[in-house]
Each structure stands twice: as C-alpha cells, then as structure tokens.
C-alpha cells in the first residue's frame, strides 16, 4: 500500500486504539472482577450456554484480535475476530436497548466493528508488520473488506447459532 506518512500514522492510531481497547476488555474477563468464573456466570445469565467455555472463548477472541490488530498482523483476520465479538455482542447485550451506550445500547460495539472494518479495508499502513512481512497489499482493498466482514459476521452469528439460548435463562431451565 503506498501511504504517506500521515496516512500511516492514522492508521496505526486507528489499529491500536481499536484493537487495544478490545485486548483490554478481554484481559478484564480473565483478569478483573469476576474473573473467567464471574463473566461464565454472566455468560449464562444472558443465555451464551455454557458459559464458561463462552467467557474463555470471548477474553481470549478479544486479547488475539485485538493485540494482533493493533500489530497489524494478519490484519483482516484479526479485524473479523473483532467484528465477530461486536455482532455477539451487538445482538446478545445492546440491541435491545437503542443507540446510545450510556443506557447500554448498540453505539460501542457498531463503532469498534466499523474502525475494524476500515483498518481491513484500508490495510495496516506501512507501519505494521503485515508491512513488514509484505503482505499487506495482498489482504487490503476489497479482499481485506470481504475477509473482515464475511468471517466476523459469519463467526459471531455461527458462535450465537451453537450457543446462544435465551429461553433457557428466561424459564429457568
């Protein structure tokens, strides 16, 4: 990708905000509050059965994709691992509750989703190391576009068809 270098450094702030962000709430659930057995309770309680498997699969999902976006490693790839979090996050937690996050709505997941979408799209910049590795040009563009949004949305509808049992939570069983 020929970039100049305010084109990479905008898309490396974009890169490490996105994906440390994302990296951040994934280490919490391993790390923070509740840990791994806290999240797999609130996994179950929003019928991601069972849960624990489902707060192991989400930490680490979020620490890989977005440590590896942030990188720009693998930068398509990782951007699908974050649009796949967002779309089972999107659909489980936020949809119902409107736009706005401040009363827990779809606004944060929509906005990590679309800068994950971007950086596909756009590629790395020179400063990554998929650069580095001179793939970069090869997985941007609409190649990059594709793979980031037919896998993320193809994985977290894929994750929520396997686990994902509201009912179970809503009679109790």
Known sequence: MESTTDLDLALLVLRAVAGLTLAAHGWNKFFGGGRIPGTGR??????????????????SSEVGAGVLLALGLFNPFAAAG????????????HRANGFFIIKEGWEYVAVLAVMALVSAT???????????????????GWTGFWIALLLGVGGGATQMLVFFRPSKVASGD
Do not use: H, K
């Not at 609130?42 to 930490?59: C, E, H, K, T, Y």
């Not at 974050?82 to 937690?93: R, S």
């Open 42 to 59: 609130w996994f179950d309680s929003i019928g991601m059965q069972p849960g624990r498997l489902n707060a192991v699969l989400a930490a």
């Open 122 to 140: 756009l590629g790395p910049g020179d400063w990554s190391l998929d650069e580095a590795l001179g793939i970069a040009d090869d997985l941007s």
């Open 82 to 93: 974050v649009i796949g979090v967002m779309v089972v996050a999107g659909w489980t937690v």
